[in-house]
């Protein structure tokens, strides 16, 4: 009953269907199956078949840890580091990362090594950060193999050295890992560790997108606005800002909306300008907030007005835009005289 529940969690052989994953999981997981009781967790905490539900999705993982599920243990760890169902609590994160390590769950020694690389649950060690993180890259966890190659991009943990992160990096790549893709396509944009070149930095940068990162997503619009192993294509670079946004990307957002105001790749439109930084505003970008506040200032999308454009240019300087700081000490300023 439980492989025919992790078909349908996974959608292999047949179509997925959380739904039907959760009834057979239920079945296997009151007949003891500890994967099933597992997976139970990771539906209820990911909502899916049923309503999220922190607490159910702990419940079943401590009854899959008890009986020894090594994922479990790991799962555990990863709601005591985000709180989720429980009181947040890095040590007790740890604790339990250091459980499933010991059960030989990869993934925990990952975490176990970006917890120590953070200074989360214990004081910070990049040595041991890197110690876990070779661990966890002998055991195939391929985030691990990926922050092998950041520490030695950064010179943490190990002597900075861009030829053996590169190396890294594409071991990432070759499991899949679409961040490693990503910092490869970096390192071609920057002549680091390999000769710099364009054409190889959209290349991966494709591929990164195309496994799935949003940073490489939006990396390919600068490509295409810049005209950078590409031809320059104003177009093209909106597409791919609308394909970051799409997936969350602010300053991808706040693109969107200074394609708009310049009218470029798209009609000029100060109305949907002010739509595109209202929304990266809201995810936090703080040049957003510094455009919002010129769009007030001088009327443009919207109607003027001089108190909103000083809250915005507050609300761009609280977020760290300087250039925000320069224009809200001049109002400031203004006044008071």
């Known amino acids: 009953m439980r492989n025919i529940g992790v078909m349908y969690i996974d959608g292999h052989g047949v179509e997925r269907d959380y739904g039907k994953a959760m009834e057979r999981s239920i079945k296997a997981g009151d007949a003891g199956d500890t994967r099933a009781m597992?997976?139970?967790?990771?539906?209820?905490?990911?909502?899916?078949?049923?309503?999220?539900?922190?607490?159910?999705?702990?419940?079943?993982?401590?009854?899959?840890?008890?009986a020894g599920?090594?994922?479990?243990?790991?799962?555990?760890g990863?709601?005591?580091?985000?709180?989720?169902?429980?009181?947040?609590?890095?040590?007790?994160?740890?604790?339990?990362?250091?459980?499933?390590?010991?059960?030989?769950?990869?993934?925990?020694?990952?975490?176990?090594?970006?917890?120590y690389d953070n200074g989360l649950g214990d004081e910070q060690n990049y040595g041991k950060a890197m110690e876990w993180f070779?661990?966890?890259?002998?055991?195939?966890?391929?985030?691990?193999?990926?922050n092998i190659g950041v520490m030695y991009d950064n010179g943490q943990g190990?002597?900075?050295?861009?030829?053996?992160?590169?190396?890294?990096?594409?071991?990432?790549?070759?499991?899949?890992?679409?961040?490693?893709?990503?910092?490869?396509?970096?390192?071609?944009?920057k002549g680091r560790g390999v000769q710099q070149d364009d054409s190889k930095t959209m290349e991966w940068y494709l591929k990164a997108s195309d496994a799935g990162s949003a940073d490489a997503t939006f990396?390919?619009?600068?490509?295409?606005?810049?005209?950078?192993?590409?031809?320059?294509?104003?177009?093209n670079a909106m597409e791919w800002y609308?394909?970051?946004?799409?997936?969350?990307?602010?300053?991808?957002?706040?693109?969107?909306?200074?394609m708009y105001e310049k009218g470029r790749g798209v009609e000029q439109d100060d109305d949907q300008a002010m739509d595109w930084y209202l929304k990266a505003s809201d995810a936090g970008e703080a040049m957003a907030m510094l455009s919002v506040g010129n769009l007030y200032r001088d009327g443009k999308g919207i109607a003027m007005d001089q108190h909103q454009a000083l809250e915005w240019y507050i609300k761009a300087h609280n977020s760290g835009c300087v250039e925000a700081s320069a224009l809200m000490k001049e109002m400031l300023d203004e006044e008071t005289q």
């Open 78 to 115: 990863c709601m005591y580091e985000n709180g989720h169902g429980v009181e947040q609590h890095y040590g007790k994160a740890l604790e339990w990362y250091l459980k499933a390590s010991d059960a030989g769950n990869a993934n925990a020694m990952g975490s176990i090594g970006f917890m």
């Open 158 to 189: 190990a002597p900075q050295d861009d030829g053996k992160a590169i190396e890294w990096f594409l071991k990432a790549s070759n499991a899949g890992n679409h961040n490693a893709m990503f910092n490869i396509g970096v390192m071609y944009e």
């Open 219 to 235: 990396n390919i619009g600068i490509m295409y606005e810049k005209g950078r192993g590409v031809e320059q294509d104003d177009s």
């Open 69 to 76: 599920n090594h994922n479990a243990m790991g799962s555990i």
């Open 134 to 146: 070779l661990k966890a890259s002998d055991a195939g966890d391929d985030s691990a193999i990926k």
């Open 38 to 66: 597992s997976n139970i967790g990771f539906m209820y905490e990911n909502g899916h078949g049923v309503e999220q539900d922190y607490g159910k999705a702990m419940e079943w993982y401590l009854k899959a840890s008890d």
């Open 242 to 258: 609308l394909k970051a946004s799409d997936a969350g990307k602010a300053n991808a957002m706040n693109n969107v909306g200074i």
